[in-house]
């Protein structure tokens, strides 16, 4: 099946840095949808982007779907932000169930 | 409407028993999807309706383990003879989809089964 590995583990920041999350994916895929996991277990919606550039605030993303990866980008860190994201792909053939990866852990000290 | 509802939000069971979840989806979405995620790891499939059919069931689905979505709209989870390695978060989602597209997938807050 599709693998989806995302980079790195673990992240600590300093409040107001900036930082690039990576997603590579090992086949076609139809949807990428990326998700910021609050500390209480809900999947927050951050960007569906199967392929191009969006920004919404703060936060960016790009998937270059030809090249198999996705970036999310996340300016002038809050600590609010710390969590768990993810990164899900829908596969292109054979069904549209959606795989996550093992998740990037962002920790944002004040 | 408010998103996706699940219930409970947290169950502790005894080993043996059966236990069951609801997941109520957006209203309008045909979709529905449960994942089982275990703590530092990312959610798993476990299996999917198109409306009330279910298209597909992974591995990680016991025949412990039956979902239903009788009328498509809402749809539960029971497990049964529960064990502990069965604790973890149950997470419904669900999305609009047509034959050849889907679309972006919301998730309700989840289910954490601990199994004592």
């Known amino acids: 099946g599709i693998q989806v590995e995302q980079s790195p583990p673990d992240l600590i920041l300093q409040e107001g840095a900036n930082s690039t999350l990576r997603c590579n994916f090992s086949?076609?895929?139809?949807?990428l949808q990326w998700f910021h996991q609050n500390p209480w277990g809900q999947l927050i919606n951050l960007f569906y982007?199967?392929?191009g550039t969006k920004q919404n605030g703060r936060l960016s993303a790009t998937t270059v779907a030809t090249e198999r990866y996705s970036l999310l980008y996340i300016s002038s860190s809050q600590t609010t932000d710390s969590g768990v994201y993810f990164c899900?792909?829908?596969?292109?053939?054979?069904?549209?169930?959606?795989?996550f990866g093992a998740g990037t852990r962002l920790f944002v000290k004040a | 409407d408010t998103g996706v509802s699940q219930n409970p939000r947290h169950k502790i069971t005894k080993r043996g028993q059966n236990v069951t979840f609801r997941c109520d989806p957006i209203?309008?979405?045909?979709?529905l999807y449960w994942y089982r995620q275990t703590l530092g790891q990312g959610p798993e499939f476990l299996t999917y309706?198109?409306?009330?059919?279910?298209?597909?069931k992974s591995r990680l689905l016991s025949d412990r383990f039956s979902a239903e979505r009788p009328k498509g709209s809402f749809s539960t989870l029971e497990i049964q003879r529960t064990e502990q390695g069965d604790s973890a978060m149950y997470l419904c989602?669900?999305?609009?989809?047509?034959?050849?597209?889907?679309?972006?997938?919301?998730f309700g807050q989840g289910t954490r089964l601990t199994v004592v």
């Open positions: 989602a669900s999305s609009l989809a047509s034959n050849r597209a889907n679309t972006e997938a919301f």
């Open positions: 086949d076609s895929v139809n949807n």
């Open positions: 982007i199967p392929s």
């Open positions: 899900a792909v829908e596969r292109s053939a054979g069904g549209f169930k959606t795989i």
């Open positions: 209203s309008e979405h045909n979709r």
């Open positions: 309706f198109q409306n009330e059919a279910q298209l597909e």
